[in-house]
Nanobody
Framework: VQLQASGGGLVQAGGSLRLSCAAP???????????MAWYRQAPGKERESVAS???????DYSDSVKGRFTISRDNSKKIVYLQMNSLKSEDTSVYYC????????WGQGTQVTVSS
């Protein structure tokens, strides 16, 4: 399953972005049954999970983004969102979404660059 992330861009430190992740048609009928997560990978670093949301809409965040990022899902539109506020230069990464556990096939991701 390859989910396509979008909404990245260049933003100044302290700014906000909202990322979107659209599910492919192949999982439309079962999208609501998947726990979902946003991941990110900075150059030279391993990919890490930053936010997750269960089918019951329970959310969890990494310590590095807690209080600044909010994950949500719209099952009717088959979309997962990541609202990112108070962005920092260390948030600069390529952001991906995937199921939990993650599918072997990753989408292209969307680049987020935060300038200080």
């Amino acid at each position: 399953v390859q989910l396509q992330a979008s909404g990245g861009g260049l933003v100044q430190a302290g700014g906000s972005l909202r990322l979107s992740c659209a599910a492919p048609r192949s999982i439309f009928s079962v999208f609501s049954a998947y726990d979902m997560a946003w991941y990110r990978q900075a150059p030279g670093k391993e990919r890490e999970s930053v936010a997750s949301i269960t089918v019951g809409r329970r959310t969890d965040y990494s310590d590095s983004v807690k209080g600044r990022f909010t994950i949500s899902r719209d099952n009717s539109k088959k979309i997962v969102y990541l609202q990112m506020n108070s962005l920092k230069s260390e948030d600069t990464s390529v952001y991906y979404c995937n199921t939990i556990p993650p599918s072997e096939k990753w989408g292209q991701g969307t680049q987020v660059t935060v300038s200080s």
